[in-house]
């Protein structure tokens, strides 16, 4: 790990140029495919903000079955200005990716489609492509989810899923929208719009076929202004078989 991350210092400067959904989604034959898009952001990376607007476009142009994630990480918030949105764990697992794609170092802005494709997060028609090929795919939904406040800032969330023994079931919280006007660093002076950022995440084992847990919503937020996606994930190729998103009752 330690490698990696001084790998990416290296040739940072190299790289850095470049609806909601129903409350429960059951079983049934979908004639559609889907999209997990997660981002690997920050707002400390002047080069982030294009790919924002790469996300929000596409969101806006796919209003079902593309599933917007911003993990924002935190390598960056020693460079003047800290990213009140960054994690540890969110570096962490963009360093799983890496493995995965056999990258020799991690950066932003990226991009993972399905677990299947990355790419400079920045790169619209890419995106475009990328999105529009898993949407023309079938699949079978395998998710029941539903999810409530409980009044004390948390959002309890059932969960009934068929799944591969291999498979993890990721559940993130997401705020839906937001600004940062950013005061220092590379984007000093700049406005920062965001979609779908996480704000809290839990991975659980597969071979619980149904259970309850709770993610919590953070301070100054409602739960109209937060969602949940669950998404089915392979411990190994990281690959995504489905997905699922609702709104917090």
């Known amino acids: 790990m330690k490698t990696l991350f001084v790998l990416f210092i290296n040739i940072m400067s190299c790289i850095s140029s470049p609806g909601p959904g129903p409350a429960s989604i059951s079983q049934n034959k979908n004639p559609k495919g889907f ?125 009934t899923i068929k799944a591969d023994k291999n498979e993890v079931l990721n559940i993130v919280l997401v705020q839906s929208h937001t600004q940062s006007d950013v005061k220092r660093g590379e984007n000093s002076g700049r406005q920062l719009h965001h979609i779908n950022i996480a704000r809290d995440f839990k991975i659980i084992n597969a071979g619980d076929s149904q259970g309850n847990i709770s993610l919590t919503i953070p301070n100054g937020l409602a739960p109209k202004d937060c969602r949940i996606i669950a998404y089915l994930q392979n411990k190994q190729s990281l690959q995504i078989s489905d997905a699922a998103e609702v709104e917090i009752n």
């Open 35 to 159: 999209a997990v898009v997660e981002l690997f952001t920050s707002e400390g990376c002047s080069s982030c903000p294009p790919a924002d607007e790469a996300v929000i476009d596409i969101s806006n142009e796919y209003k079902k079955n593309v599933f917007v994630i911003g993990f924002h990480v935190d390598y960056w918030n020693y460079l003047g200005w800290k990213d009140v949105f960054s994690n540890a764990s969110f570096t962490e697992r963009q360093k799983q990716y890496a493995g995965v794609f056999n990258l020799n170092s991690i950066y932003t802005p990226q991009i993972v489609v399905n677990g299947e494709k990355e790419f400079v997060g920045s790169d619209k028609n890419r995106l475009h492509d990328a999105v529009s090929r898993e949407i023309a795919k079938s699949s079978v939904s395998s998710i029941t989810i539903d999810a409530k406040s409980s009044g004390d800032n948390k959002a309890n969330i059932n969960y």
